[in-house]
Nanobody, 133 residues
């Protein structure tokens, strides 16, 4: 069973950076696809980024980002640490919210499934990111 814990949230000035971490205290994340979602104030939880693991082993992992974070955020993983990360640069007040990491061992036929929160079985408790203008 995968149990996820996010860290790294906090208060930052507009234009600043934060790096969120998500560690698994249970099973390895190595053969899982992972993602970050966020919930902005007063809104539904939304997709931020995903890193899709491919079963053939020969294909490098595929990453996707929402339009609102493309070019500013970078998702990555460290298998040795059994962790995933979200590097967030050039943050703005519109990025303020609670950020969640998620993981799934399932392989979907279409990459679009990885944008959906119900595609993930393991979730962290969330970490607050506040960007002060």
């Amino acid at each position: 069973q995968v149990e996820l814990v996010e860290t790294g949230g906090g208060l930052v000035q507009a234009g600043g950076s934060l790096r969120l971490s998500c560690a698994s205290s249970g099973d390895t994340l190595t053969k899982s696809s992972v993602a970050w979602f966020r919930q902005l104030p007063g809104e539904e939880q939304e997709f931020v980024s995903t890193l899709i693991w491919h079963t053939d082993g020969a294909t490098s992992e595929t990453t996707y980002y929402s339009d609102s974070v493309e070019g500013r955020f970078t998702i990555s993983r460290d298998n040795a640490q059994n962790a995933i990360y979200l590097q967030m640069n050039n943050l703005g007040p519109e990025d303020t919210g609670v950020y969640y990491c998620a993981a799934t061992p399932l392989v979907y036929m279409s990459d679009s499934f990885y944008f959906r929160k119900d595609s993930y079985s393991a979730w962290g408790q969330g970490t607050q990111v506040t960007v002060d203008s």
